[in-house]
Structures are given as C-alpha cells and as structure tokens.
C-alpha cells in the first residue's frame, strides 16, 4: 500500500447533545474536527475554542496541508477565536482539544491569556499542560489557566492509535 494513501477515517462524528452542554458537548465538536483531519491525510487532532457557550475558533492539524510546522489545531482555533473577538486576549475562552498541547500551543494559550483549557488524551513525553509539564503552572508565568484532562479520552486515543497503526502498516 502506498504510504501517502489515505483511508477514510473508520470513526464516526461524534454528535453532541443539544439539551446539555458540557465539556463532553464541546469536546466532541473537538473530536469531529480531528475526524476532519484523518480524512485530511494529517494526524487526527482537532480543537474547538468557546465563548459564552458559543463556538468562534474550530480547526484540526492542517501542518502538511499548508506546509506550516505551526498549523496545529489549537494555533489555528486560537486565531479564529482572537478574530471573532477582535481581541488576544482570550481569558474568558475555553479550548477544547482531544490532545494535550505541546510545548508551542501551550505556549499561545499562556500568551493569549486562555481561560481553561479541556483535553481528551494525555501526553507524557510532550504534553504541557500537565503531562511532561504544566507550563501555565510555571511560576514566572504572567497567566495561569484552568485545565482539565480525560474528557472523551476513549475515542481521543482511539483515533490517534488507529491513524498512527494504519500509518505504520502502510510502511
């Protein structure tokens, strides 16, 4: 099989309920988005980010679509969010992503000044929001956001296992 040959992602959306709107509501948002990244050909991570209980930033890893290191889905949803508020700073904003953020998205939630951050999957070798590191927590640090991890954890990894398994056997 040839490497670069994508599969259509075998997971379903995920379809949030409209009566209760929870960090699993928004997650799964988050989760679809990831879905769109799989069929996207790029590593299944998607982020949504909430204001008011309203949606204004939604994106998945798009780095091999747009050439961009940067093109995380978190950065991306973090800029929707700035411009739909006319403004960086984001402290009354969740992200919702179903994988902790990496050293650079950290980062951005810190300098965006993030209210609270939702992710699905830990992780411990590069995540920075508690897993290899809680960077909002650093001490020096001008802002510090609230983070909850675990939420929807079983199909956040469940994508992520599958899309790295398929990748593998493509080899």
């Known amino acids: 099989m040839n490497p670069n040959t994508a599969i259509a992602c075998p997971f379903a959306k995920l379809h ?8 699993a509501y928004y997650m799964a948002h988050a989760f679809n988005r ?13 982020a949504v980010v ?19 290191p940067t093109a995380h889905a978190e950065m991306l949803a973090i800029g929707q969010a700035a411009q739909a508020l006319g403004d960086w700073r984001l402290n009354e904003c969740s992200l919702f992503v179903t994988k902790e953020p990496c050293p ?18 830990a992780d411990p070798k590069m995540g ?9 927590a650093l001490p020096q640090s001008n802002h510090r956001f609230e983070s909850v991890g675990g ?14 398994k398929h990748k593998r056997a493509a080899d």
Do not use: Y
């Open 16 to 23: 949030p309920s409209e009566l209760k709107r929870d960090d």
């Open 34 to 46: 990831a879905v769109d990244a799989w069929n996207a050909d790029e590593v299944p991570i998607g």
């Open 50 to 68: 909430v204001h008011n209980g309203i949606i204004i930033g939604s994106a998945f890893n798009q780095t091999r679509m747009l050439g961009d």
């Open 104 to 121: 650079m998205c950290s980062g951005a939630m810190v300098v965006a000044r993030m209210g609270r951050v939702v992710f699905g999957l």
């Open 128 to 136: 920075c929001v508690g897993g290899a590191v809680d960077l909002g």
């Open 151 to 164: 939420v929807l954890l079983e199909p956040c990894q469940a994508i992520l296992q599958a899309f790295f």
